[in-house]
């Protein structure tokens, strides 16, 4: 399954620069019919739901071209607020967002929530609400949630 994953996911990361997107996750789940499901999200922009369509049925004909997989169901979608960021590539866009960040300082891991409010290609910046600013390198970070606004 390693192989058809990695095939799949060259395929996938050939075509999505088209839109300007990067992919986030693959996951396959086997049974009867193999569900492959595809997370794409962009710096810059949300992904809209045409073009997740878009992707889905180039994508799906380039599995058939490369006889990738037999009988599949493909899945595209953007992350969406219920699943953490995991790309570093996803942050900027949720700068000014509230998130909860499980990281690890040493041997124990602990949990901050504040808005986002910087990053770059090492760390990120989280401003709590009692004015705190702490500095979490991409490296510990176990875990970024971005909490919707109700």
């Known amino acids: 399954m390693n192989d058809v994953k990695k095939q799949i996911k060259e395929l996938a990361e050939s075509i999505l620069g088209q839109w300007s997107f990067f992919l986030v996750d693959l996951k396959i789940q086997g049974g009867k019919q193999t569900t492959v499901w595809?997370?794409?999200?962009?710096?810059?922009?949300?992904?809209?739901?045409?073009?997740?369509?878009?992707?889905?049925k180039e994508l799906g004909f380039l599995l058939d071209a490369h006889e990738v997989l037999d009988n599949y169901r493909l899945n595209i979608s953007s992350p969406g607020l219920s699943r953490p960021l995991v790309d570093a590539r996803q942050y900027p866009?949720?700068?000014?967002?509230?998130?909860r960040v499980k990281f690890k300082i040493g041997g124990s891991y602990e949990k901050l929530e504040g808005i986002l409010s910087d990053s770059n290609d090492e760390n990120i910046?989280?401003?709590?609400?009692?004015?705190?600013?702490?500095?979490?390198?991409?490296?510990?970070?176990?875990?970024?949630?971005?909490?919707?606004?109700i």
Request: glycine share 6%.
């Open 38 to 56: 595809i997370y794409v999200d962009s710096e810059n922009k949300d992904v809209g739901l045409d073009e997740c369509a878009e992707v889905s």
């Open 93 to 99: 866009k949720n700068m000014g967002r509230k998130a």
């Open 125 to 149: 910046l989280l401003e709590t609400e009692d004015g705190e600013k702490k500095t979490i390198a991409f490296d510990n970070i176990v875990e970024t949630k971005i909490i919707p606004k």
